[in-house]
């Protein structure tokens, strides 16, 4: 019998994992608010390349916190660049849940508050988390 495997938690597995995919991710941002998290989250960014949908092929910048206990739980949301949906306080998806997050990140920045609700039955990995980023701009 092999020996149990220790699962690796922390917002570097992520970010590990986004870099095995083959992005390039800025995590030298250490939170999403610009200043030191004291739980130790960080803020990741990266160039996303539209997978799915009508603007396929687009490329727009999107980052989220990287949570500390990754892969135990995923990021909470994204943020995205650029006005690609509505802001809407109205939590119904696709198309609800957007807030600006200018006064975090500057200018232009959204945030899409979607959580990713099979994560307990995914592979709880870098992969299983960007294939829902993948759907969520199916829809634009």
Known sequence: MEPLRQLEIGSHVLVDGLRNLGYIVDDSVPAAFGTPAPNGNGFVRFEY??????????????????????????????????????????????????????????????????????????TRDARAWMKLVDRLFLDL
């Open 49 to 122: 390349r539209i997978k799915l949908g009508s603007r396929r092929g687009e490329v727009v910048p999107i980052g989220y916190v990287a949570p500390t206990d990754f892969p135990i739980n995923p990021p909470a949301g994204i943020y995205v660049y650029g006005e690609l949906r509505p802001l809407s306080s109205d939590n119904q998806l696709p198309h609800g849940g957007v807030s600006d997050a200018s006064g975090i990140l500057g200018p232009g920045w959204r945030y899409w508050s979607r959580t990713h609700d099979s994560w307990a039955r995914s």
